[in-house]
């Protein structure tokens, strides 16, 4: 490890002084005679002294309530922190903040594109009308708080609108995306018993029109808890379903909006893990914990406010939908795209940032890697001079593509690569507009977040690699799991190896200068001979040559039995994978890791297993290596190729042999 690197970024002192985290800072030196002098120290006190922190993030974005708080924390216990007892408030009241009658309001609230339709605007005026009428009918199709609203709706603005609508009325919200199958869908929303299905009729993904009546029928009919079904046409605008309300129906009474006052724990939506085995977790969190948190990491990390336009590429399945949506909280502009980013080319989201004219672009990882690899150049293809920040998450991000997003940005640009989690609604580890960036490495623990890397004894662990373990309470931990009663699975899910403090399922390593490497699922970790090492790093030294697509690596160590591990690879087409290929690979490894991590062999596939969101299926494909069932260890329905299983399966089956 170099102890000593140079920073591929620093930020100027005119930015940090216009950034958001240094008002923050000022103001908590003015307010609350908080004094610190680095972001470090500010994080430390964060944790240090919790409640201060989060009572100051309420003041400081002025969050209204009807009724005031009467405690911020009741205490440490985890699970079962309470925060802000006693107070009253709604989500989406604290988005209109932001709409002002007359001219501002006409400003865009939401910018929407689809490979169905050409851009659309909202404004906040128009926003702020259709929730409320949206809400006004939900209310007489009798909903009411705590009823279950679910959506199998695409990325589109009408999907934003029934957010906040159920939001408004304290309507508990759960969303799949209309690319999953009706089994995988069931799996979901079957759990949590719904009052009003709203869907839509089809989609159009990488130019191909993929009708789904059929699934909404399947939907109906399979959830008897169903009061109401709204069908919204969106492939074919005369698209129709018996017995279901039109999406126009809902529009069409204006009416004044109404903002039902609610716990700070109220439930807002209910999420879902992954699901590659046994039923998802649906995972609820509250109305105020995402509100806050939303504020804090949009805000004070990312630097959101009212001059800026948002987009963060996802599906309406994956939890960045979700903080996409949020961004109004702060009152910037969304722009939000329901399409295949790489459709008719990989310059189709660049080529939208500058019509949507965007401050602030995130997608996954993967995106920005695959843009690099097939030579992509931004500003050639497009005008991004309002740009200022690149997001990125959902798997590591290789150094290699730090330094290519800045060699082809410019030197202006943050780089927002976040780690986080379905799980928490929000970021472990992230950005910062105030201090350097290193590449491959994210810049910071977030504010208020007491996360570490832990050894197995629960011990602290110093620029070295250890399971993420969070030991304070947020405010956007779960409030529980649907139909978990005593609260065992969520207990066995987070708390079961370090009692009282969550452990995330990543392997972490915070750097001497306070930055954050996330190395991958700790529990598909690599360890040869004794030296565990994150799968990520190999896939940065292999995926980073110019023949290689994709890759996907497992460990076969196993109760005792000798370390086998092959590397599967996706090859760049007329490539062939020869003993020199095979050569260049081993050496690359041996090169940058050690020769302990030279695969035992290297096999050609198609594709690597992915999720839905897509996250490369590590733990199948290692149980299926070391002789479980297919069917015990993926469900297709939550993949997005589970095709691709098969070569699997018959490896599995000619190893066994």
Not at 70 to 90: C, H, I, Y
Not at 328 to 355: H, M, Q, R, S, V
Not at 526 to 540: A, L, Q, V
Not at 595 to 615: I, M, Q, S
Request: hydrophobic share 40%.
């Amino acid at each position: 490890m170099n102890d000593h690197p140079r920073p591929l970024w620093t930020p100027s002192p005119a930015r940090i002084e216009a950034s958001r985290m240094k008002e923050y800072m000022r103001w908590l030196a003015r307010e609350k005679k908080v004094n610190v002098d680095s972001y470090e120290a500010l994080w430390q006190w964060s944790v240090d002294e919790l409640p201060a922190f989060w009572e100051s993030i309420w003041q400081y974005f002025d969050i209204r309530s009807s009724k005031p708080w009467e405690q911020v924390l009741d205490g440490m216990k985890m699970p079962g922190a309470t925060w802000f007892t006693g107070s009253r408030l709604n989500i989406t009241e604290q988005v209109f903040r932001f709409h002002r009658e007359g001219e501002s309001g006409e400003r865009p609230a939401i910018i929407g594109r689809s490979e169905v339709r050409p851009t659309v605007e909202l404004s906040w005026n128009a926003l702020r009308s259709q929730i409320a009428a949206v809400a006004n009918a939900l209310r007489g199709m009798g909903v009411q708080p705590g009823d279950r609203v679910v959506s199998y709706l695409p990325n589109i603005p009408e999907t934003a609108v029934a957010f906040y609508a159920c939001a408004s009325i304290g309507a508990i919200w759960s969303s799949c995306s209309p690319d999953m199958g009706t089994p995988s869908v069931l799996d979901r929303f079957g759990q949590i018993a719904p009052k009003v299905l709203l869907a839509v009729d089809g989609y159009r993904y990488g130019g191909k029109d993929f009708d789904r009546l059929e699934v909404v029928k399947g939907l109906v009919k399979a959830l008897p808890s169903l009061e109401q079904v709204v069908l919204l046409p969106y492939l074919d605008k005369e698209a129709r379903l018996d017995g279901a309300h039109s999406w126009q129906e809902l529009l069409v009474n204006d009416t004044e909006m109404h903002f039902e006052q609610l716990p700070f724990d109220h439930p807002l939506w209910v999420v879902y893990s992954s699901g590659t085995t046994g039923m998802p977790k649906p995972i609820v969190h509250g109305q105020g914990g995402v509100l806050i948190e939303s504020l804090k990491g949009h805000g004070l990390h990312t630097g959101l406010g009212e001059q800026d336009r948002f987009m963060w590429y996802s599906t309406t399945g994956w939890i960045m939908w979700n903080s996409q949506v949020t961004g109004l909280l702060l009152g910037a502009t969304i722009a939000i795209y329901d399409g295949n980013p790489g459709y008719p080319d990989l310059g189709t989201l660049w080529k939208f940032a500058e019509e949507a004219d965007l401050t602030v672009f995130g997608a996954g990882a993967a995106y920005f890697a695959n843009c690099m690899k097939a030579g992509i150049a931004p500003r050639k293809l497009a005008k991004l001079d309002r740009l200022h920040t690149i997001g990125s998450t959902g798997s590591p991000l290789p150094a290699e593509a730090f330094t290519w997003i800045y060699d082809q940005l410019g030197p202006d640009i943050l780089l927002a690569s976040i780690s986080g989690g379905t799980d928490i609604a929000a970021a472990f580890v992230g950005a910062c507009p105030i201090i350097p960036l290193y590449a491959g490495e994210m810049q910071c623990r977030c504010l208020g977040i007491a996360v570490y890397a832990m050894d197995q004894e629960g011990r602290p662990l110093e620029d070295e690699v250890g399971e993420l373990v969070v030991t304070k309470p947020m405010p956007s931990m779960p409030l529980y799991f649907w139909n978990d009663a005593q609260g065992l699975r969520y207990r066995d899910s987070y708390f079961d190896m370090y009692p009282g403090w969550w452990r995330h399922g990543d392997w972490l390593r915070i750097t001497p200068r306070g930055g954050a490497i996330i190395y991958g699922r700790s529990d598909t970790t690599i360890n040869r001979h004794g030296i565990r090492m994150g799968t990520s790093e190999i896939y940065r030294v292999v995926e980073a040559m110019p023949e290689i697509l994709d890759s996907l690596v497992v460990d076969l160590e196993y109760l005792g039995r000798e370390s086998y591990m092959p590397l599967f690879v996706v090859l760049r087409p007329g490539v062939t994978l020869d003993e020199i290929l095979k050569a260049r690979i081993a050496e690359g490894i041996r090169t940058a890791l050690s020769a302990r991590h030279v695969p035992n062999d290297v096999f050609v596939v198609t594709e690597v297993p992915r999720t839905l969101t897509g996250k490369k299926m590590e733990l199948p494909v290692k149980k299926l290596l070391l002789g479980m069932k297919v069917d015990e260890v993926a469900n297709p329905d939550a993949m997005s190729n589970p095709g691709s299983l098969e070569f699997f399966v018959d490896f599995a089956r000619h190893r066994e042999a």
